[in-house]
């Protein structure tokens, strides 16, 4: 149904994922969970928002995490 989704961190990513990458894993989440690839017009909207609240969750979460032995900035 959808591709996986995968690793937003180093060093599975070597910078930073983009907002595009962060929203890619949160559509390929709610597709998998809602078991649709595209919603219904009458579910659009609320497909749409669950797409968004994983996404800034994630965001969140990324710019949380501690990975040991990752170089911090430059």
């Known amino acids: 149904m959808c591709r996986s989704i995968k690793t937003l961190r180093p060093p599975a990513l070597s910078d930073e994922a983009t907002e595009e990458e962060i929203r890619a894993a ?12 595209a919603p219904a017009a ?9 797409v968004d609240v994983i996404a800034e969750a994630t965001a969140e979460l990324l710019g949380g995490l501690e990975v040991r032995g990752a170089a911090r900035g430059a």
């Open 26 to 37: 949160a559509l390929q989440f709610v597709r998998k969970v809602s078991g649709f690839r």
């Open 42 to 50: 009458h579910n659009r909207e609320v497909f749409d928002h669950a």
